[in-house]
């Protein structure tokens, strides 16, 4: 999604522990700068700055970025001859919707059964479909006749 001219999110809005995927084509992208950094932090007080190395690709630089619970994600980036690009000293900054709990269901009993059982449940749902699958595959043959066994030699 583009936000403002030449920024892009790989997401439609921010919310809280994402991994945000940052992509810039701005002013150092077009004057082929050699490293591009981006200077960013959380809230109206910048709390939690970080000064990350852009990565050039294709499409523009790129950066990755957890987003922590705030109001508010601040940004602006830097180039290698200490050149900022922070939106005419306004720095770029967006709001960090709350997350919408209601759909997730809650369960305090944490435990490793869970997980267990999930895998478990996994590896049958796979075993069941690839017999489904040799069943589609093999019932015709061996009803038609044409089936052949491979024999090791």
Known sequence: MELVKNIFFNTDKLTPFIKLKLFYTGKFFSDNSKQVFLHCGFGNNWENVKNIEMIKTELGYQAEIDIINSSTFNFCF???????????????????????????????????????????????????KLSIYKAVILLPKLISGKYKRKIAN
């Open 78 to 128: 830097y180039n290698e001859k200490n050149e900022w690009d922070n939106n005419n000293s306004e720095n770029y900054i967006f709001k960090i919707e709350k997350a919408d709990l209601s759909l997730i269901s809650i369960d305090n009993n944490y435990s490793l059964i869970s997980p267990r059982k999930l895998r478990r449940f996994y590896l049958w749902k796979k075993k069941f």
